[in-house]
């Protein structure tokens, strides 16, 4: 007979520096608290980094014009941060981790292939952020006269993995509290670089810019997406899980929308203006995202930069350590979380070791990264934002850790939809980046009619919606029935209890 481990405890009441032991766990009602506006913060916070000034740049390099990119910019930045928004709400709803309530769409057991595609997204971003925070501190020593070499990068790389170690270690309270100083702190630097460089923006080169055609635009707004709220979806409900359920729907998906779309959309708008007006600094910026932004900023202003470079990065690696744990513990690894965060943050040193100190470019990995596993994180999302879509009810506690409970081993029909977009949509993206291992990628652009990978279409990704699109529509389609099935063992359990009282 299967069983499967029931990860559940009794946690005590929490204070801001007591160790996070929940990982996989349903949330004790006694630890739910708090309001739909506490969102703001986390997103905020692990949402406001520089970096967002240099997607201007990668937009642009799209071939489009300044409010082309402006407009599929915002758009890409919104609709992706609201499928967070959405997803959210099942953290209320099942107050569990994303991965855990990700059970019910895939089976019990079946859910660990989306946990561990959603592993390695998350272990890829938090490496990324630290080696940028690891890079922009050595070019702000090196703008300053001081010594920006070896030395300089192992002792900035020890200091930055302390802290995003740290934050994941001790888990939700002591992020969310960490996530508020870094928002405020963050947010007012953010203002003042923006005044010091406001008079680098020329209005007419930004007029000068040639429009693109509807391949290139899609191309850039389905960047955007996996740039940003794709990149978090699988983590959307580790956050709202601690909300009480009788919380405003409305207030999780508007407070998570707005808490992570708002300064993405400031900071891209600027940077656009900043890309668009130098292309000397576009291309810089190719190469070294955060550090080119030191080139325009006058030298006193070089510290504040780095707090604001690092702090940024260093909020988003938080929120990704944090959950790279719990979508490890998903994945089959049965050790405690803070262990969990120990194991990827050594993987994270690791990887950032390699972007700092070996990798001879930046934006072309980053890139087909975001890509790739963009596929698979969009057929993973569409089939659990139509599950979420369907459920009428509160997700069962006890059956998210049961196989043989209501929701099953494995869902192959979510299974199928996964593999299916995924599998579909590899064949409709290109990485044309020099990224060779990549080249296999965009099969299906010719067999499509759409002029191969070297046509109008190969840049723009189609894939990542498609696969979207497939995980949604097939379960809406043809996943309506199991889901109903399981709400009527509530009707029948029900049922059961009132005649039980009625005796």
Request: hydrophobic share 55%; with cysteine.
């Amino acid at each position: 007979m299967t069983t499967v481990h029931d990860d559940r405890a009794e946690a005590p009441r929490p204070n801001a520096m007591t160790i996070e032991l929940n990982a996989l766990n349903s949330i004790d009602e006694s630890e739910r608290r708090g309001r739909p506006s506490g969102l703001f913060w986390p997103w905020f916070a692990a949402n406001v980094s520089v970096l967002g000034v240099s997607y201007g740049s990668f937009l642009l390099g799209f071939g489009i014009s300044f409010w082309q990119a402006t407009i599929v910019g915002i758009l890409g930045i919104i609709v992706s941060f609201l499928f967070c928004g959405f997803i959210s709400l099942a953290g209320k709803r099942g107050s569990a981790p994303t991965l855990t309530l990700s059970r019910a769409a895939f089976g019990v057991r079946g859910n660990t292939v989306p946990s561990v595609i959603s592993w390695l997204l998350t272990v890829g971003w938090e490496t990324v952020l630290v080696a940028l925070a690891v890079l922009a501190t050595t070019t702000v020593f090196k703008e300053l006269g001081g010594a920006g070499g070896v030395v300089t990068r192992i002792v900035t790389l020890v200091i930055v993995v302390v802290l995003v170690i740290g934050g994941g270690v001790f888990g939700f309270h002591v992020i969310m509290r960490l996530q508020v100083i870094i928002t405020i702190a963050t947010a007012v630097l953010t203002i003042v670089y923006i005044v010091l460089v406001a008079g680098q923006i020329d209005f007419t080169k930004l007029a000068e810019l040639p429009s693109g055609d509807l391949p290139k635009l899609i191309g850039g707004f389905v960047f955007m997406m996996t740039g940003f709220g794709l990149g978090w979806v699988q983590a959307a409900a580790d956050y709202s899980r601690y909300l009480p359920r009788s919380s405003s729907s409305g207030g999780v998906v508007g407070w998570t929308t707005f808490g992570a779309s708002l300064a993405p959309v400031i900071l891209l708008v600027f940077g656009l203006m900043l890309a668009g007006s130098s292309q000397k600094l576009s291309g810089a910026i190719g190469a070294d995202p955060i550090g080119a932004l030191t080139t325009i900023l006058p030298a006193w202003f070089l510290v504040p930069f780095f707090i604001v470079a690092v702090l940024g990065l260093i909020g988003g690696a938080v929120l990704d350590i944090y959950s790279s744990g719990i979508a490890l513990l998903s994945a089959g690894v049965n050790i405690p979380r803070p262990v969990a965060a120990l194991v990827d943050g050594i993987i994270m040193i690791a990887g950032a070791v390699y972007i700092v100190f070996f990798a001879a470019d930046f934006i072309g990995p980053f890139q087909g990264f975001l890509i790739t596993l963009g596929v698979p994180i969009a057929a993973w999302c569409g089939v659990f934002l139509a599950d979420l879509t369907l459920r009428r009810r509160d997700y069962s506690d006890r059956d998210l850790f049961d196989a043989r409970g209501r929701y099953g081993s494995w869902n192959w029909l979510a299974i199928a939809l996964l593999v299916i977009g995924t599998g579909i949509g590899w064949g409709l993206v290109v990485n044309p980046y020099g990224l060779d291992w990549l080249n296999w990628q965009g099969y299906l652009l010719g067999p499509f009619g759409l002029g191969g990978v070297k046509g109008i279409w190969g840049g723009a990704n189609l894939g990542v919606l498609a696969a979207l699109v497939i995980g949604y529509l097939g379960v809406v389609i043809f996943g309506r029935g199991r889901v109903r099935r399981q709400e009527a063992l509530d009707d029948s359990a029900q049922d059961a209890t009132a005649a039980q009282a009625e005796r």
